[in-house]
């Protein structure tokens, strides 16, 4: 069956660098879209970028000078790294699958930034 | 950036009534419009997507209507375990972007 799963550091110190994976299984990354959306405690889904299929990356404009996604097809793993961190990007942030629409998600993992 | 308004932001209904949310999109969408529900500690689940396609799974008294620019959510028959925050989510233009979420609560 299809998963996601987010996995990452739950504490991440100011001015420091986010670094997430994203394990997929039950579909290939080369068949379809995954997508990073994250959500600060208590407030609405923002979206954060994404990997197509075919290796092709999209990004948030607010977020694009800070956000990068790669990917491991071998491992089926896509890669989320944010620089700078500040304490409004604290919050939940979820990889979900995109064949049009977000139809699978992760758990979600929990980011605090804090000193 | 396409902006997504919804409401109300909160809606309380009784058991079996009918509820509607609304999403206004900032432009025209062509209906690449989704709904999802989400209950505390979970993640978002999909229940409605390209405005009115019933997601497998989900409950037949959820539907979705709408072109354009105007976009509904109805849920009939509300039963205790449809409490939670709904979001629209357009997918027609990057960013992708949500409504601010309306909550559910049973009266």
């Known amino acids: 069956q299809v998963q996601l799963k987010e996995s990452g550091p739950g504490l991440v110190q100011p001015s420091q660098t986010l670094s997430l994976t994203c394990t997929v299984s039950g579909f290939s990354l080369t068949s379809y879209n995954v997508h990073w959306v994250r959500q600060p405690p208590g407030k609405g889904l923002e979206w954060m970028g994404r990997?197509?299929?075919?290796?092709?990356?999209s990004y948030n404009s607010a977020l694009k000078s800070r956000l990068s996604i790669s990917r491991d097809t071998s491992k089926n793993q896509v890669f989320l790294k944010m620089n700078s961190l500040q304490t409004d990007d604290t919050g939940t942030y979820y990889c979900?699958?995109?064949?049009?629409?977000?139809?699978?998600w992760g758990q979600g993992v929990m980011v605090t930034v804090s000193s | 950036d396409i902006q997504m308004t919804q409401s109300p932001h909160s809606l309380s209904a009784s058991l079996g009534e009918t509820v509607s949310i609304e999403c206004l999109a900032s432009?025209?969408?062509?209906?690449?419009l989704a709904w999802y529900q989400q209950k505390p500690g979970k993640s978002p689940q999909l229940l409605i997507y390209?405005?009115?396609s019933l997601q497998d799974g989900v409950p037949s008294r959820f539907s979705g209507s709408g072109s354009g620019t105007q976009y509904s959510l109805k849920i009939s028959n509300m039963q205790p375990e449809d409490e939670g925050v709904y979001y629209c989510q357009q997918g027609y233009k990057y960013p992708f972007t949500f409504g601010s979420g309306t909550k559910l609560e049973i009266k």
């Open positions: 432009e025209g969408i062509s209906n690449y």
């Open positions: 979900t699958r995109n064949p049009g629409y977000f139809d699978y």
């Open positions: 390209y405005a009115s």
């Open positions: 990997m197509r299929y075919n290796g092709d990356t």
